[in-house]
């Protein structure tokens, strides 16, 4: 998960750079402590530090952002501090020689060799070091931040790894899962023994699915649809032509999800609404290139047992943990529709 940054004001912008100019202004005055002579050269020294400080300071802070967006400062802090540092190492050599050549050379009216002199390089110096103390006091704040952030998601992770798994296994002995198959089973037995047949088949594949992929970090969006609709033949077999659920993933190749995501959503449907031939409810599973939807027609039930919300609170907290994008929520008068963010090794 890249670092996100926050937009700062205008206000905010003004006034780092009045600290700037404020920080050149103390430098000056260490230098040249005389008040006569300060005071009339403070205009020109104070628009030399706007001008040399607000490009040191604000291109630093450009160049952190750039590069916190392209190496992930959680996975690889020291990475991200290494490439900081040294960027800032080589933009504030060029910035410090440039503005100094145009300052001196076009404005001051200098000859150019002045850079090279004792007077020319003691202030290049100075600018430097000041800068590279600023700087990096700067960057190891925002590295032990971000390296402390990262520790704490890492433990967030297990806690929340730990829970789901923990929801799997009491998914895998659901009393009202199992009774319902059961009771459905003996049923078929007498009707239909082959319908019988391919129901113990179907539930096998579930309840292997559960156990081989309850420690997953994420599977293939292939191998949770085979899961998926082997569930939803179990229920159909209960609900018959009540429920409908249809799915629309093309190009799914290189799209991971959550194991016993789309199951789960799909079984909240079910546990939440009227399934009945009257009011058949009807899901719709498709995939675009941001997100997996869940959708289906809404018809709550006026009570519905067992039920705390935490299946879908832990899906919210894993994807926010793993993914840029938060799951989204619709709700109208007729339809309720989760969107999963999509999860990706390769682009689609």
Request: charged content about 20%; overall charge positive.
């Amino acid at each position: 998960m890249k670092k996100k940054y926050k937009k700062r004001s205008i206000p905010a912008h003004l006034f780092d750079l009045l600290l700037v100019v404020l920080i050149g202004d103390l430098i000056n005055f260490f230098f040249n402590p005389e008040l006569s002579s300060y005071l009339r050269f403070l205009p020109w020294n104070s628009l030399y530090s706007l001008i040399i400080g607000g490009f040191l300071w604000k291109g630093n802070e450009a160049l952190g952002k750039f590069i916190g967006k392209r190496i992930d400062v959680y996975k690889y802090p020291f990475k991200s501090l290494r490439w900081s540092l040294a960027a800032m190492f080589v933009y504030s050599t060029l910035i410090i020689i440039f503005i100094n050549y145009i300052w001196w050379v076009f404005v001051i009216g200098r000859p150019s060799d002045f850079l090279l002199s004792i007077e020319g390089l003691s202030v290049m110096i100075i600018e430097f070091v000041v800068t590279i103390i600023i700087a990096s006091i700067l960057f190891g704040i925002g590295f032990f931040q971000a390296w402390r952030e990262s520790a704490v998601n890492e433990e967030r992770l297990k806690s929340e790894s730990l829970a789901y798994q923990y929801k799997a296994l009491q998914s895998q002995v659901n009393p009202h899962f199992l009774f319902n198959s059961l009771n459905t089973l003996s049923t078929l037995v007498y009707k239909d023994q082959g319908q019988a047949v391919k129901f113990i088949k179907q539930l096998s594949e579930v309840y292997r699915y559960v156990l081989e992929h309850k420690d997953a970090e994420l599977v293939d969006i292939s191998t949770e649809l085979a899961f998926v609709k082997n569930y939803v033949f179990l229920q159909k077999i209960r609900h018959g032509k009540s429920l409908n659920v249809s799915f629309n993933l093309k190009n799914n190749e290189y799209v991971k999800v959550f194991p016993m995501s789309l199951q789960m959503l799909i079984e909240n449907a079910i546990k939440h609404n009227i399934v009945s031939e009257e009011n058949p409810l009807f899901v719709d599973v498709s995939l675009n290139q941001e997100y997996v939807v869940v959708k289906n027609n809404l018809q709550p039930k006026s009570s519905v047992e067992d039920s705390a919300g935490i299946g879908l609170q832990n899906l919210k907290s894993r994807y926010e943990l793993l993914s840029d994008k938060p799951i989204k929520i619709e709700e109208n008068d007729t339809e309720f529709i989760v969107n999963v963010p999509v999860l990706k090794t390769k682009p689609l």
